[in-house]
């Protein structure tokens, strides 16, 4: 969790620099959900994620010297530096995409799930997405795609409170995301999102029901994003107070309470989050020195189908 906030936290302080290009959506607040459902999986399987992708990204197992140079648009990106912020892939640990589209994430998951139940694997397929995602059609049609065919999948609703700057609430009819998916027939999960032990308890059963065979489980993980909906935005739509509120609950230091009872010292918890803010500080400026790439390579990665006239009429 240090990792993912001082890598956010270096992201930010270089867009602006004007190094990173683009849009950044921070999920600063919202650690214990990657971390916690991330910890669960093994490297072979696989994950989609959001536009608010780079913790999930970072949890699975992804290099962030690799992710940064993908912001900064440099040589060495875990895209080559095409895919930004909100298109991070890496499939060498699994991670086969964040997604700039709200819900599009889904189906692809739910396709990559059904390849593997057709290959007979035992790879698992993750999938989260934020609360926003629940009514857009592509929810519903993956959601029960991944029913219907008891497909090895696991759906991971990120609730942070707000569609971009719109409160959830104002705008989802029912019971919310666990709801909906229920009326599937999949067994749904809720949780507090900014308790890590509490997310790793639930994320594992859920695993482990998917991986045995069980069919699709979803997991809403109730957080709270401490910044705007982008690293731009100054969420004016919100009160202070309820800002400050959650700043209270965050999921840093909560598990360090639960750490302090288990006999791990102040200093010991200093040094984690000193450690990573270090390491990420330097992994920044390593970004910053890396060549930008050869411009040729704007034309590899792109698959030419020929003439659609030619191919359509």
Not at 164 to 183: F, H, I, P, Q
Request: aromatic letters at 6%; a negative charge.
């Amino acid at each position: 969790m240090h990792r993912i906030r001082a890598f956010e936290e270096e992201a930010i302080s270089g867009q602006k620099e004007g190094l990173v290009l683009g849009a950044i959506h921070p999920s600063i607040g919202q650690e214990a959900v990657a971390a916690g459902v991330c910890g669960n999986l093994e490297t072979a399987d696989l994950m989609l994620s959001t536009h608010r992708g780079h913790g999930h990204t970072l949890a699975k197992g992804a290099d962030p010297l690799a992710m940064m140079r993908e912001l900064y648009g440099r040589q060495g990106g875990t895209c080559g530096g095409k895919g930004g912020s909100m298109h991070i892939a890496d499939f060498g640990v699994g991670m086969l995409g964040a997604n700039g589209v709200v819900g599009a994430n889904i189906p692809i998951a739910t396709g990559a799930a059904h390849a593997l139940k057709l290959q007979g694997s035992r790879q698992i397929v993750t999938c989260i997405f934020g609360d926003g995602a629940v009514n857009r059609g592509p929810f519903m049609e993956g959601l029960n795609w991944a029913r219907v065919f008891d497909l090895p999948v696991l759906f991971v609703c990120e609730d942070n409170n707000f569609s971009a700057t719109t409160r959830t609430r104002d705008m989802t009819g029912g019971a919310g995301a666990g709801a909906r998916a229920e009326s599937l027939g999949i067994e749904a999960t809720e949780v507090d999102g900014n308790d890590l032990v509490a997310v790793d308890a639930a994320a594992r059963a859920a695993i482990d029901a998917v991986r045995a065979g069980k069919g699709p489980r979803f997991l809403t993980c109730h957080t709270y994003r401490m910044t705007g909906h982008t690293s731009v935005d100054p969420a004016a739509y919100r009160p202070a107070t309820e800002v400050e509120e959650w700043r209270g609950n965050d999921p840093i230091a909560r598990i360090e309470v639960a750490l302090r009872m288990a006999g791990v010292e102040d200093a010991q918890l200093a040094s984690l989050h000193r450690d990573e803010a270090d390491a990420m500080a330097q992994i920044a400026r390593s970004a910053r020195e890396t060549d930008w790439p050869e411009a040729a390579g704007a034309f590899t990665d792109v698959q030419d189908m020929g003439d659609p006239r030619e191919r359509a009429f």
